[in-house]
């Protein structure tokens, strides 16, 4: 079982960052290929990065390519999602999510991912 806990949510200006962190428990975490979801009201989940368990492969949607950056510290058993240059379509819950063990690239369809955590909303005002 691996769980994970998202922070670093919140309400930010466009053209500002935010770096939403998760932290995965469980002694395989660091085993898995980690994504980052998001979820707008009304539609469905969709990837915006992914990163290997060896964090040599990534990969951007791409509405977030050169302004995201996904990396991971599996010392710390924590994966990153770094933020700039927010736009207010960036506004949605956004989801952690840890799957693809031992793949590299990562998984990057939601229903290849096991285990997800709870969301930090991410808010971008005009």
């Known amino acids: 079982q691996v769980q994970l806990l998202e922070s670093g949510g919140g309400l930010v200006q466009a053209g500002g960052s935010l770096r939403l962190s998760c932290a995965a428990s469980?002694?395989?975490?660091?085993?898995?290929?980690m994504g980052w979801f998001l979820q707008a009201p009304g539609n469905e989940r969709e990837i915006v990065a992914a990163?290997?368990?060896?964090?040599?492969?990534?990969y951007y949607t791409d509405s977030v390519k050169g302004r995201f950056t996904i990396s991971r510290d599996n010392a710390k058993n924590t994966v990153y999602l770094q933020m700039n240059s927010l736009k207010p379509e960036d506004t949605a819950v956004y989801y952690c999510?840890?799957?693809?063990?031992?793949?590299?690239?990562?998984?990057?369809?939601?229903?290849?991912?096991?285990?997800w955590g709870q969301g930090t909303q991410v808010t971008v005002s005009s």
């Open positions: 990163i290997s368990w060896t964090g040599e492969s990534t």
């Open positions: 469980g002694r395989t975490g660091s085993s898995y290929g």
């Open positions: 999510a840890a799957g693809g063990r031992l793949r590299n690239p990562p998984p990057v369809r939601s229903r290849e991912y096991d285990y």
